[in-house]
Nanobody, 123 residues
Framework: EVQLVESGGGLVQAGGSLRLSCAAS????????IAWFRQAPGKEREGVSC???????YYVDSVKGRFTISSDNAKNTVYLQMNSLKPEDTAVYYC?????????????????WGQGTQVTVSS
């Protein structure tokens, strides 16, 4: 059974940090890119960051310099370190597994999804 399980969300004050984890099982982790998406109330799901199966990392402009994506292939886990959090980062964060290359942030490009973890940043 394919599973992606996110954890690490919570409530934090603006300027604080959180580290999200995405634990994968049931598929060949090394063959997939893993992306983080987020969805705020009333807004569309948007891509945030991606790490390819080769370890290349990508970020959208709004999180560059604040978020860091990394992968521990031995644990089949991808992390999203989020620093200098802002209220506009408040959303449900999802991880998703797709093609080995981070070809984009269209949700249809990703085969597997986690259930999401809530991140709330207070001002």
């Amino acid at each position: 059974e394919v599973q992606l399980v996110e954890s690490g969300g919570g409530l934090v004050q603006a300027g604080g940090s959180l580290r999200l984890s995405c634990a994968a099982s049931g598929f060949t982790f090394d063959d997939y890119a893993i992306a983080w998406f987020r969805q705020a109330p009333g807004k569309e799901r948007e891509g945030v960051s991606c790490i390819s199966s080769h370890g290349r990392t990508y970020y959208v402009d709004s999180v560059k310099g604040r978020f860091t994506i990394s992968s521990d292939n031995a644990k089949n886990t991808v992390y999203l370190q989020m620093n200098s959090l802002k209220p506009e980062d408040t959303a449900v964060y999802y991880c998703a597994a797709g093609d080995s290359y981070c070809s984009g942030y269209h949700p249809y490009e990703y085969d597997y999804w986690g259930q999401g973890t809530q991140v709330t940043v207070s001002s």
